[in-house]
């Protein structure tokens, strides 16, 4: 009778009572709501009193009854923890249901009116932008050619991984121009314009790649890598020496850079201008485009390293030099720049465009030529002025 006395009128609930609330917690929803209501709303389970309410809600348990928090509280071990609160609908609440929620036609006329013509015209822009992705997109989807040659450089190829690639040339040009690109920056540089001379507009006017335009990127980096790879057998590096700012000959920057938009010009309209690639003939009808090839590749090599023979720093020429290519042409490496321009549009079968690339190379390197061999003439006098008597040819022999 004590202990049972001391059980009624303690504010701990026994052992095998606390199992059987456990039991009961178990019986759904219902109880495990009114369990955290009873806990955030400052009530504690008290066995002092009996109440018909709790007898139904907790058959097993006797004397249930709900106190208020703020009496004095003695349980043995601290009220149960719950993850429902008052609070959980508003911390749930989802932006975008809510938007719909409040969304009505007065709410939209407001908007419409706040509007400024500086949104407007975003707002289109956004929407033109959208519409032309959506259509761009389905279209190269259901482009045959993409399902027919299985190409993803045709959706992927010459936008995403071709301007990535600009950009990152872009970067490694300032780089080199402030004398801080490494080897691999300055490759970086030569892959990004050879990708967009040779690489982005066949891909952008057939649908895919295949054939000549990437024979074309390989002999082009390996064409325009001579000079370097001859700084690297003299010197051991590919960096350029200090020398004399004299022969730093180049022609405005104007000039330069209506050089570059024409070659990339001329490029583009060879692409335009030719047949699809897989319409362009191959075997043996491609052996003199390949005996062109390595006319070019071994006039500029012979004449690079002629030049680097009687030169100092390379750059710095000591004498007057009339051996190899120099023999017939008096700037055979100009002249084997202009033949490969030439050769890659004979490649793609693009007549009108080589006679554009041809013309445009001349009228810049004549420029050049000119700056040049005045230098020389103030350099070497007499004995440049007998070359050129001897060679009266600048770039093409017999012709100019």
């Not at 003299?234 to 104007?254: F, T």
């Not at 491609?286 to 030169?311: E, F, Q, R």
């Not at 050049?368 to 020389?376: F, G, W």
Request: hydrophobic share 45%; net charge positive.
């Amino acid at each position: 009778m004590e202990a049972a006395s001391v059980l009624l009128h303690s504010r701990t609930v026994p052992v095998g009572s606390r199992l059987d609330l456990q039991r009961a917690r178990s019986r759904g929803h219902f109880i495990k709501h009114l369990r955290c209501g009873e806990h955030t709303s400052g009530f504690h389970l008290d066995r002092t009193a009996n109440s018909s309410q709790s007898s139904f809600l907790f058959p097993n348990v006797s004397n249930v009854s709900l106190v208020p928090a703020k009496r004095a509280r003695t349980h043995l071990l601290p009220p149960l923890r719950c993850s429902y609160s008052s609070n959980a609908a508003a911390e749930s609440r989802n932006p975008i249901t809510e938007l719909f929620q409040n969304l009505s036609l007065e709410a939209v006329k407001e908007k419409i009116v706040q509007l400024t013509p500086i949104d407007v015209v975003k707002l289109s822009g956004i929407l033109s932008l959208s519409v032309a992705a959506a259509k761009w997109t389905v279209r190269s989807l259901l482009n045959p050619f993409f399902w027919m040659y299985f190409s993803w450089s045709w959706l992927f190829w010459p936008w995403i991984v071709a301007i990535a690639l600009a950009i990152y040339g872009l970067y490694c040009l300032r780089k080199h121009l402030r004398g801080e690109a490494n080897i691999f920056e300055q490759l970086a540089v030569v892959t990004s314009a050879f990708a967009w001379l040779t690489l982005v507009p066949p891909a952008h006017f057939n649908g895919y790649l295949e054939g000549w335009p990437f024979v074309f990127f390989f002999v082009y980096h390996y064409f325009f890598f001579f000079n370097v790879s001859v700084r690297r057998r003299l010197y051991g590096d590919y960096y350029a020496r200090p020398h004399d700012p004299k022969w730093d000959i180049d022609p405005p920057k104007w000039q330069r850079l209506l050089f570059c938009v024409g070659v990339m010009v001329g490029h583009w309209l060879a692409a335009l201008e030719g047949p699809e690639l897989h319409r362009i003939p191959g075997g043996w009808s491609n052996v003199g485009v390949w005996v062109l090839i390595l006319i070019t590749i071994l006039m500029h090599y012979n004449s690079t390293l002629y030049l680097a023979k009687y030169s100092e720093k390379v750059v710095v020429p000591t004498a007057v030099v009339q051996f190899g290519p120099y023999r017939w042409v008096r700037h055979p490496i100009y002249a084997s720049t202009v033949l490969l321009f030439a050769a890659y549009c004979i490649a793609l079968r693009a007549p009108l465009s080589l006679l554009f690339v041809v013309a445009v190379c001349l009228l810049y390197y004549q420029q050049k030529a000119k700056l040049e061999e005045a230098v020389m003439v103030e350099t070497f006098g007499e004995r440049y002025l007998e070359y050129a008597g001897k060679v009266k040819y600048k770039f093409i022999p017999l012709v100019y």
